[in-house]
């Protein structure tokens, strides 16, 4: 359904700083799946998913959908095309929807861009925000008027009246209270399968990107370390990148808790401006080798579909 | 347990004046904190868990706040109601703070050794170039690399990580007997939120210090806590040791709140339950239990009458405000169905 090869996205910051925030990622997202895509603030996750809808300009690779490449730039008319099958839910729900506008303006805007009459925008708003679980007479409220969790859905059905195939959902529940976190992520499972959609889900809590995703794929300083079926990389973690941020992520159990050693992963993700060749993540990786800094790992595949880019593998 | 406790909060209660009417913020906490231990304080956004301890470091901001009941006593003396010069002697010196935005908490145009020596200048009444020194120590002590050279340096030359450090090497510059952590890792990712976590810890268990820890990641909790008080609507439902709260919850709200989390041990494949419906409105608060109107298990009486702590028989300081623990409350068989869910994955 998706496919990006080596695909780049670069920032100019001045005139010999570059910064690499996507860096050659190649991956692919199959009809109906989700994936999950994880990695610490700042390793790109949020550029890639923008990069690829089109948000950001390439730098570089390709980009498809269903077989079809996607454009290097998207023009109006291309953002008008793919907005019709592609969406986006955003982080906060707080920036991401305007407080000038109407939740009936907001939601059924796709749909009015479309050529639609205002009757039958209003109908199938009325729908979808009974589908969020919304009661529909809150169309004419404007966004201060609800709670974070509620903001949420509304972006949401901002997203699902188009009846898209594919949504990228932007750390959709990182702003939101737990017992809320929960709905959430109930609501766009329900969606996915009712609608037989296509989710990449961006998040940094791997314990929910665990639960809803059925490949995950972990992410540091602009490249993919591990890719694989989730439950295959939450339990046994290859690559010593994810094995210690899996090995960070806390259980809500005091018994495991106290048994856990503390943490050894030391220091932060480095800058990714400039970067030289070599594994993003030897600098801090407990198991680098000589060659680690100088050589760029290839992904290798270590069982069906679960694939690490270690030279502890090859 | 014969010493009196190091803090005791008896009958808190806040209320903020709006213009929808007056919001019951915080409605009657008790608790208390023995020296040395570290305290979770759990629940969700607006159940009333930074007002409490905002109230007890005394920035609430009066009007529109105010606290019309209760007391708080460090080591005996009296926190609340304090005339703004008797708080600034015990804030920052017998109590230290961290918050959860480090970015917004600290100056911005203040060096940050600059600005850890002025709590020692201030409090211990230290001299410029010795102060700047110990505060070389402290961020070297909370494992901030090259602390000479980052002393020097301004809040925007930070990371959230570092800043956070920094932030606490400043709430622990005079050594308090209590520290008081709003937050501290929710905006952090979780390999730093367990640097820091680790950090506290460690810092806690050398100088005997006690830690109230604010979250709502019961993830946290468990990594830290020994004792903890789940907050809903305002007051404290359920407290005890951190295994009680954890492997014999009493409280539905507390069982809710597990099971909205998904569990990567024991029933890994364990649907997500959200709770239903949202938290009461505190302009009016319910005459009854503040959860009834959620609860799976509701009784009448729950609508009727707040329930009062009952303890657990075990008498082990574990006690739920909720109706289904009175002596002659029906069994609820899926609750402890539940419970037991959650201590065979341990």
Known sequence: ?314 | MSNPPLLEVEGLTVEFETYGGVVKAVRGVDFTVEAGEVMAIVGESGCGKSVTVQSLMGIIPMPPGRVTAGSARLNGAELLGLEPKAANAFRGKEIGMIFQDPMTSLNPTMTIGDQIAETLKVHRGIPGQQAFESAIKLLEMTHIPEARKRATQYPFEFSGGMLQRAMIAQSLACSPSLLIADEPTTALDVTIQAQILDLIKTLQAQDAMAVILITHDLAVVARTAQKVCVMYAGQIIEHGSVDDIFYQSAHPYTLGLKSAMPSNIGDREKSLNPIPGSPPDLFSPPLGCGYAPRCPHAMRVCHEENPPFFKDSNNTGHAARCWLQAPNAPSVPELYQSNKIASDGA
């Open chain 1, 1 to 314: 359904m998706i496919k990006t090869l080596a695909l780049k996205k670069h920032f100019q910051l001045a005139r010999h700083q570059t910064l690499h925030a996507v860096d050659g990622i190649s991956l692919e997202i199959a009809e109906n799946e989700i994936l999950g895509l994880v990695g610490e603030s700042g390793s790109g996750k949020s550029t890639f998913g923008k990069t690829l809808i089109g948000l950001h300009e390439r730098t570089s690779g390709d980009a498809f959908y269903q077989g079809e490449p996607l454009p290097k730039k998207f023009t109006a008319a291309d953002h008008l095309r793919y907005s019709k099958e592609i969406q986006m839910v955003f982080q906060d729900p707080y920036a991401s929807l305007n407080p000038r506008m109407t939740v009936l303006d907001i939601v059924g805007e796709g749909l009015s861009l479309r050529g639609m009459a205002r009757s039958e925008v209003q109908e199938q708003v009325a729908y979808w925000l009974s589908r969020v679980g919304l009661h529909p007479d809150h169309m004419s409220r404007y966004p201060h008027e609800f709670s974070g969790g509620q903001r949420q859905r509304i972006g949401i059905a901002r997203a699902m009246i188009i009846e898209p195939k594919f949504v990228v959902c932007d750390e959709p529940i990182s702003a939101l209270d737990v017992s809320v976190q929960a709905q959430v992520v109930n609501l766009l499972e329900d969606l996915q399968r009712s609608m037989g959609l296509t989710l990449l889900f961006i998040a940094h809590d791997l314990s929910m990107v665990r639960y809803i995703s059925d490949r995950m794929a972990v992410m540091y300083l602009g490249t993919l370390v591990e890719t694989g079926p989730s439950d295959a990389v939450f339990f046994s973690p290859q690559h010593p990148y994810t094995q210690l941020l899996i090995e960070s992520n806390p259980e809500p159990d005091p018994k495991l808790e106290r048994t856990r050693s503390a943490q050894i992963l030391t220091g932060e993700i480095t800058s990714p401006v400039n970067v030289g060749p070599g594994c993003r993540f030897s600098d801090r990786c407990p198991k680098a080798m000589p060659h680690c800094s100088n050589e760029t790992p290839e992904p290798i595949a270590i069982a069906t579909d679960h694939i690490v880019a270690c030279h502890l593998y090859r």
